[in-house]
C-alpha cells in the first residue's frame, strides 16, 4: 500500500511541474514563446534592429528586405520580450518590444 502511495505521488508531481510546449519558457532569466503569423512587408517599417511585423521587430536584413517589399509573407520563430531603457539619452528603445532573433520566413503566393 505504501509503494502505491509513492508511486501516485511520484505520478503526480512529474505531471504537475513539466511544462508543454505552448507555454513561455526561459531561457538566461529571459521569457521566449513561438510565434507564426502572415503579413505583408513594407520596407518603411525597416530600423537597424530588423523591421516591425504586426507588433514585433523582425531580425532581418536591409537586402532581405527590400527582395521581399511588397510581398505576403509568413514569419515563424521564437519571441522574446526585450526591456526598453526609459532613463537613457542613447538611441535604445524607451518601452519593452518583442524580438524575434532567428524568423524563418516563406513567401506566401496568392
Partial sequence: MKRIFTFLFL????????QSTDTLK???????YFVSFVTKLDIG???KDG??????????????????????IRITGK??????NANSFE?????NYKYIEYPKIEVIKN
Avoid: H, M, P, W
Fill in 91 to 95: 538611441q535604445v528603445r524607451q518601452g
Fill in 45 to 47: 517599417n525597416l530600423t
Fill in 79 to 84: 519571441a522574446r520580450v526585450i526591456k526598453g
Fill in 11 to 18: 505520478l503526480f508531481s512529474v505531471g504537475c511541474f513539466s
Fill in 51 to 72: 523591421i516591425y511585423l504586426e507588433g514585433y521587430v523582425v531580425n532581418i536584413s536591409s537586402e532581405q528586405a527590400k527582395k521581399l517589399d511588397g510581398k505576403k
Fill in 26 to 32: 526561459t531561457q538566461g532569466g529571459k521569457k521566449s
